[in-house]
């Protein structure tokens, strides 16, 4: 059902491509908006190639406006008017403010038949309907999805059929039900929520995976949110007398083979390259942390090193993006989180105003998230100018005149905020 589903949405995507160009039906080109030109030959270029031979895909970069220093939001108003690209593959929440417009159409709902729902694979098309002779369509992905269609193959090889259902886990007791039935062997392979990709990812990497040793391993289970598991940590870390070392949003495997590190916690995409791109860390699962949205791996590579990665969200880099080889050589006891709110701790180490802007929107983590993620690691004028502008709406919201949710509008507005990057503009 699952890989039905997936091929199905290109084919959709690619049929209204063709009626958009409309070269006899059958589209000699077709023109791609993705982020850059790695990010489609790495995801997307050779299965679309191998799926339309005849086909060639022009590769437009949203990356060169930001490179360039143009606004992004004029880039692409540009292409719509223009009518290109013919297709687009890029975040969701790229969309968002088109889709608040009227601009796309969301296609999901022609997938009648297969009850699957946008939130819970991350994956949708949309559609410009408005137009009556030419169509902009655009494919929000995530990193899930573009790894389930780069890996069909694998998957194939390794005897795994991708047939499950999506809502297998919704609660603790879901989860542990899963994993008792992975252990007993009676699961090849578990596909849920968002939070069991990296389940998948580990079938599809791993040759030395035995699923009869999860029940010799402890299990961090969170039945709330990121917060809760991310305050957990420390203590347990804070109650061993452990240190721990900060690092800046490592992007590669250096941390790993240099020997500097053990443990990684970040958000999803940076944690699956890390897994499936970097040949000089061979994993070995053995494993499993399942927080309620999030999930992470700890493995065994061949230089008997222990790394523990941890899927989190994207938003807290400052304090989850820590290094902890002392902890990984403790004996840690299962910890399962009661379902209740436990406060987060928050980062000591920021730039006032950013503290500022974090107790502003400290209710508010589904709209401030990405916007957080940025601000941590941002130049340190942009930090500033995005700081005053939180500062100034911030004051807004004290007096009454908005609200929290209309104070982060105002500022993604200003900021001109667009695929984890602020213009000043």
Known sequence: MNKLFFFLVFALALTACTDSINIDNNPKSIKVLVWNQQYFDDNYGEILKRKFPDTTFEVITLQDAFVNGKSPTDLINKMIVNKEPDLIILQEQFFQKFLDKNIFLD????????????????????????????????????????????????????????????????SISDTITLLTDI???????????????????????????????????????????????????????QSKSLSYTSFPNPQSG???????????????????????NNDQIPFKWDFTLIPNNSLG????????????????????????????????????????????????????????????????????????????SDMLNMPEDLLIHVSEIAENEFNEVLSGSITVKEALDSILDKSNFYWGTLVKQ
């Open 183 to 237: 252990d007993k062997g009676e699961l090849g392979l578990a596909i849920g929520s968002g939070s069991v990709w990296g389940t998948i990812l580990a079938f599809a990497n791993s040759d030395g995976l035995k699923l009869a040793d999860i029940n010799k391993k402890q299990l961090l289970i969170n039945s709330t949110s990121w917060e809760s598991v991310a305050s957990e940590i420390i203590k347990l870390i």
């Open 107 to 170: 296609l999901s709902t022609r997938l009648e038949g297969d009850n699957l729902k946008i939130s819970d694979i991350n994956l949708g098309v949309l559609e410009r309907g408005t137009s009556s002779d030419g169509k902009l369509l655009g494919v929000a992905t995530s990193f899930h999805s573009q790894f389930i269609i780069r890996n069909m193959d694998r998957f194939k090889e390794k005897g795994i059929e991708l047939e499950s259902n999506y809502s297998s886990l919704k």
């Open 297 to 372: 791996q700890r493995a065994a590579p061949s230089n008997s090193n222990e790394y523990l990665a941890i899927r989190a969200g994207a938003h807290n880099e400052d304090f989850l993006i820590n290094v902890l080889r002392e902890l990984l050589g403790k004996d840690i006891q299962a910890i399962i989180l009661a379902k209740k709110e436990i406060p987060a701790l928050k980062p000591t180490s920021l730039d006032p105003k950013l503290q500022l802007y974090m107790s502003l929107f400290d209710n508010n983590i589904n709209f401030s998230n990405n916007l957080y």
């Open 254 to 276: 250096d941390l790993f083979t240099q020997g500097k590190a053990a443990m990684t916690i970040g958000d999803d995409s940076y944690i699956g390259q890390l897994m499936s």
